[in-house]
């Protein structure tokens, strides 16, 4: 026990003294930012920094051109002309002066169909601009046509914008939750354990790979079994993650805190809101309702089982890691043996995503029983509830065959990390296992 605890303090010192640790352990959470925030940024850039498109329209009704008002980003200008025929005639005389012309053809309220034309592509913005307001003109000019005194009237008082509120039945009573809060935790957490098994485990390899490499192995077995370096490996690189995932749960309650006070949620940061705070923050803007949506979920329950999963899914896969590295001299070589790994941890990924639009349907549920999936799959369900029994099936699953692949990842490592010269074949993997 005193050579494993060697071991692990030293892979685990080795990793959280670099200053690549201390980086990526604050620098993460500021990507993650920038991630959701940057595509956000250049959409408003793109919509504010352009430059105002000039659009001609040619309507041969006489009655919906009037409808399509300028803004920032097009200028629509209603010219006459009978006019299919010389529209192309009319874009080259305005010497690249137009962007595009609408032709609103006579039978449109039979066909609804609006042609554009341009030498370019046509832009999504433009196509759904003019069909939105179009569509609804020609809607108001046919209740119109029907005669009915105040129609348009009694339809946008028969109009009602729906709102479904999800009312969750708990031992405190009923609470508000979010749909849109549960999914969005359940693919965040999702891409962590798939993100940070992978790198893990990817790290286990490498240091196996150098060690070997470097000869450095064969002193180091000489002084322990080369299933206490192995196992020394795996649990010294688990508590890096989890010491780096225990700094982002406490910047996250520091930050959680800060916006809940900022937004009059403050005191909430976990569990339910009470309903008067709901309530108080109904009307108050949107980042006040985002605020409310997010601290509905109670995420105590959530965090432990997503470190359960992670320590399962990362025994798992980084066993597999260290095994298959130690078949391999240079890292180079590793591809063919870690190819069907990752291969298998995409589709633990896909099977996520798949799977968030019914968390409790027949799919779900399996791939978050099946202990190479469960990791990954298990994160996106959480968050909308998950029967006990299921759990519980799903963890003793996990950890069992996450056991078993470390007992056959420990014949594969003991003969692989003093194997040189020969590259290994996976008949050579089978017979080591043997």
């Known amino acids: ?90 874009y080259d005389k305005a010497n690249g002066s137009l962007d595009a012309i609408i032709i609103i053809p006579r039978d449109v309220d039979s066909t609804g169909v609006i042609n554009i034309f341009s030498e370019g592509t046509i832009t999504p913005a433009l196509v759904s601009s003019v069909r939105n307001v179009l569509a609804d003109t020609i809607e108001s000019a046919h209740l119109a046509a029907m005669g009915i005194p105040n129609l348009q009237q009694m339809v946008d008082q028969a109009h009602v914008d729906v709102d479904v509120r999800s009312i969750k039945w708990s031992e405190e009573g009923e609470q ?8 969005g935790l359940g693919f965040l957490l999702s891409f962590i354990t798939y993100m940070f098994v992978l790198m893990y485990g ?37 508590l890096v993650g989890l010491t780096q995932m225990a700094i982002w749960i406490v910047l996250l309650g520091i930050v959680g805190t800060i916006a ?42 959530i965090i ?35 190819t069907p790994v990752i291969l298998i941890m995409l589709i633990a990924f896909y099977a996520g995503i798949a799977c968030a639009e019914n968390p409790m349907g027949p799919m779900s549920v399996w791939c978050s029983i099946i202990p190479f999936t469960s990791p990954v799959v298990m994160m996106v369900r959480l968050p ?17 065959t996450a056991l078993f692949i470390t007992w056959l990842a420990a014949r594969i490592y003991r003969r692989g990390i003093l194997h040189y010269g020969k590259k290994a074949s996976f008949s050579d993997l089978f017979k080591w296992m043997k």
Request: net charge negative; hydrophobic share 50%; aromatic share 10%.
């Open 384 to 400: 909308f509830g998950v029967p006990t029994w299921q759990l519980i099936l799903s963890i003793a699953l996990l950890f069992g």
């Open 176 to 183: 508000e939750s979010s749909t849109d809060a549960a999914m």
């Open 202 to 238: 990817a790290m286990i390899m490498n240091s196996v790979i150098e060690e070997k490499t470097n000869r450095i192995v064969e002193v180091v077995v000489s002084s322990c079994r080369p299933f206490q370096l192995m196992l020394g490996k795996i649990i010294g690189v688990g």
């Open 304 to 338: 432990l089982n997503f470190i359960i999963y992670f320590l399962g899914g990362y025994l798992l896969y980084s066993a597999l890691f260290a095994g298959l590295g130690s078949a391999v001299d240079q890292a180079s070589d590793a591809s063919q043996f870690t």
């Open 260 to 301: 809940g006070s900022s937004f009059g949620l403050s005191g909430m940061t976990t569990g339910s809101v009470p309903p008067e705070a709901m309530a108080a923050a109904q009307d108050s803007g949107f980042m006040q309702d985002v605020m409310k949506q997010v601290l509905s979920i109670n995420y105590v329950p």
């Open 1 to 90: 026990m005193n050579k494993l605890r060697l071991i692990i303090a030293r892979e685990y010192l080795s990793i959280v003294g670099r200053k690549s640790f201390i980086f990526m352990t604050l620098g993460m959470p500021l990507l993650f930012i920038l991630i959701m925030a940057v595509p956000i940024g250049l959409a408003y850039l793109n919509d504010k920094g352009s430059d105002t498109q000039q659009i001609a329209v040619i309507d041969e009704t006489g009655r919906y051109a009037a409808a399509l008002h300028s803004d920032d980003m097009y200028s629509f200008v209603a010219i006459k002309g009978d006019t299919v025929t010389n529209a192309r005639e009319f």
